[in-house]
């Protein structure tokens, strides 16, 4: 079955370090795979998405995620972090499911940001 | 400005009341869903819209219902609310059901 895993529920850094936040998912074609982010009482913004090609994608507010096959993985990354990054991340993958395309989430990734 | 727009932001009702969450969409996308975000769970699938002739269920449709009758509105109905339907719920739109992009939510509490 199509699932995501985000291993780590809560992720502590302090501002300026870097981060980085783990996918996987499980998905038997190839995936097309996004990173969200939700900000307090925000909706969700998708920061960044692989499709094809390059499988290190770049995306907005300086993160980026790299896609490895060999482990299902997309781990996104960012190299310092800001007070602002303080939010919830959520890895999602894009499936086709009984012919239609629909969007599997992770249950989240919740960032705080010590100054 | 695109945008996917909810309403209300914040409800607050009681057991039994039938009520209707608003779902808007300047994008003519043909694809519309809605999800329900609960603590640990992520985001949910309820019910999702292929476009004005196509709805069906998602991974949770139970107690809840949609309606399409064109494409920029997409409104998710609970006839009946229960406590178990409190949650943060959000609609979004895309043009290929993979890529969406989202409402700001609505925060539903029934008591």
């Known amino acids: 079955a199509q699932s995501v895993t985000q291993p780590d529920i809560h992720i502590t850094v302090s501002e300026g370090a870097s981060l980085e936040l783990r996918c996987n998912y499980s998905y038997g074609a190839t995936p097309y795979l996004f990173w969200y982010v939700q900000s307090p009482g925000q909706g969700l913004q998708l920061l960044l998405k692989?499709?094809?090609?390059?499988?290190l994608v770049q995306g907005i507010k300086g993160f980026e995620a790299e896609f490895k096959r060999s482990q299902s993985s997309f781990n996104l990354r960012k190299p310092s972090v800001h007070w602002s990054d303080a939010a919830e991340y959520f890895c999602a993958v894009g499936a086709a499911t009984g012919g239609y395309n629909k969007l599997i989430f992770g249950a989240g990734t919740r960032l705080a940001v010590h100054p | 400005e695109a945008q996917v727009t909810q309403n209300p932001r914040y409800l607050i009702t009681v057991t039994g009341k039938k009520l209707t969450v608003t779902c808007s969409q300047n994008?003519?996308?043909?694809?519309m869903s809605w999800y329900r975000q609960d603590p640990g769970l992520g985001l949910r699938q309820i019910y999702y819209?292929?476009?004005?002739?196509?709805?069906d269920k998602g991974d949770v449709p139970e107690g809840y219902k949609v309606s399409r009758k064109e494409k920029r509105n997409f409104p998710l109905i609970l006839e009946s609310p229960s406590p178990n339907q409190t949650s943060l719920y959000f609609c979004?739109?895309?043009?290929?059901?993979?890529?969406?992009?989202f409402g700001p939510g609505t925060r539903l509490t029934v008591t």
């Open positions: 819209s292929m476009n004005v002739e196509v709805t």
């Open positions: 979004a739109s895309s043009r290929t059901g993979h890529e969406q992009y």
């Open positions: 994008m003519n996308h043909e694809y």
């Open positions: 692989y499709f094809s090609g390059d499988t």
